[in-house]
């Protein structure tokens, strides 16, 4: 018997970074996927057959010796042969119609997939029990990841997050449309983040008073998507890349990116842990093609994304 499933890419509409310390967060999936397909091999090992590097192992080894970006794989291959002690080793494929390391939930794509995949192998999980163990995937690659980009992998759709109280769907369905645009500029989300921490701790108050804003800025977006107006949530996407900016994610790429976005779109901010990854603007079914174009223009790569309400699927 072969596994295979799928989760969806997202962007982080709202609350990147301020989540890490507890302020609420808006993610979107997007209808870009990520897929694992596993297999039984007759050799007692675990191979890997992805874009980001191939692997040909035996279980039971420390994650310091596995290429870093293969561990979460790995981690989830070794941990379901250490607990199902199976007589087959595991091949592993990974498929991805996602832009790689660039803020889009590729890691996150990859582990809940991952999880859905590896384990179905073995055995039925409910999607609750996929997100615990992708977020345990992902910490190999991502320690102090906040669980939200797995969690929106896993549900799709649109969620609020916070680290207290976890995730909850939001119901309302917005129709808009979104412009993604990759600045080409490979981050880590490791290294972003503990910028960030470095930032926070030598100006306590400033962040504080941005966590507030971004939550006061939250709350009215969470009335607004009921309302679908998109003016206003873009008028709020212009105000969390202002705190973006302020934290020291931002640069003259991503500023560029955003300012062309901004003369077509509703609002348009970086989107994930910045330092580099990508933009998206806010559109309708009115401006997307006006915005890309402008974007494309000045030779940017950019796509359109919707949302994608399904999550993670298992085939
Ligand atoms: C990365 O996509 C989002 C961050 O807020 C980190 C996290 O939430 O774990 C930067």
């Known amino acids: 018997m072969n596994s295979k499933a799928s989760a969806p890419g997202k962007i982080i509409l709202f609350g990147e970074h301020f989540v890490v310390y507890g302020t609420k967060a808006i993610l979107c999936a997007i209808n870009k996927r990520i897929t694992v397909s596993v297999e039984k091999t007759l050799e007692n090992n675990i191979l890997i057959d992805s874009s980001v590097g191939n692997l040909k192992s035996e279980p039971d080894k420390s994650l310091n010796e596995i290429d870093f970006q293969l561990r979460p794989f790995y981690f989830l291959a070794d941990m379901m042969i250490k607990k199902y002690n199976p007589k087959f080793g595991l091949k592993i494929r990974v498929d991805s119609e996602i832009p790689l390391g660039v803020g889009l939930g590729s890691s996150s794509a990859c582990c809940v997939a991952a999880a859905a995949a590896i384990s179905g192998i073995f055995a039925k999980k409910s999607k609750d029990e996929i997100l615990e163990i992708a977020i345990e995937a992902e910490k190999t690659i991502f320690p102090n990841t906040s669980g939200a980009d797995c969690t929106v992998c896993t549900y799709g759709g649109l969620i609020k997050y916070d680290k207290k109280n976890g995730h909850s769907k939001i119901l309302s369905k917005p129709n808009f449309h979104l412009a993604i645009a990759n600045s080409k500029i490979k981050h880590s989300t490791k290294e972003v983040v503990s910028k960030v921490k470095q930032f926070k701790e030598k100006n306590e108050e400033k962040f504080s008073n941005l966590c507030k804003e971004e939550s006061n800025i939250i709350e009215d977006v969470l009335i607004c998507l009921k309302k679908n107006d998109l003016l206003e949530i873009g008028k709020n996407i212009m105000k969390n890349q202002e705190y973006l900016e302020a934290i020291g994610i931002s640069n003259e790429k991503l500023q ?54 399904k999550g993670l699927d298992t085939f």
């Open 256 to 309: 560029d990116m955003i300012k062309i976005a901004n003369q077509s779109s509703f609002g348009a901010k970086i989107t994930g842990a910045g330092g580099g990854g990508c933009i998206f603007a806010l559109t309708d079914a009115e401006n997307i093609q006006s915005t890309l174009k402008k974007l494309k223009e000045q030779n940017y790569d950019c796509f359109s994304a919707e949302i994608d309400y």
